[in-house]
């Protein structure tokens, strides 16, 4: 048998309740969420952070837009096969 004691954490308010929600979605309360997030820790000995990286719906709306510019030709910018080449480029412009 073993004691169940209380773990205070400080967390943020919008990712406490972004934790609530995630926990719901799964049907688990937070506190099975944790517990088994620190038992494995403890198990594996090692901490993993793994964050999704999606772009936001701004994002994915410019990188459109660039896809689109780049299959026209249009807004880009003059490659250069040298350094010297880049410079009377810039000079030329400047």
């Known amino acids: 048998?073993?004691?169940i004691t209380t773990l205070n954490v400080k967390i943020d308010t919008e990712t406490k309740q972004s934790l609530?929600?995630?926990a719901h979605?799964?049907?688990v309360p937070v506190s099975s969420l944790v517990n088994g997030s620190i038992k494995q820790m403890l198990r594996d000995r090692s901490v993993t952070f793994n964050t999704k990286l999606e772009p936001t719906p701004y994002l994915e709306k410019i990188m459109r837009e660039a896809d689109a510019d780049i299959a026209t030709g249009r807004n880009l910018s003059p490659t250069f096969s040298s350094v010297d080449e880049m410079l009377d480029y810039l000079k030329k412009t400047a």
């Open 1 to 3: 048998m073993y004691m």
């Open 20 to 22: 609530k929600e995630f």
């Open 25 to 27: 979605e799964l049907g």
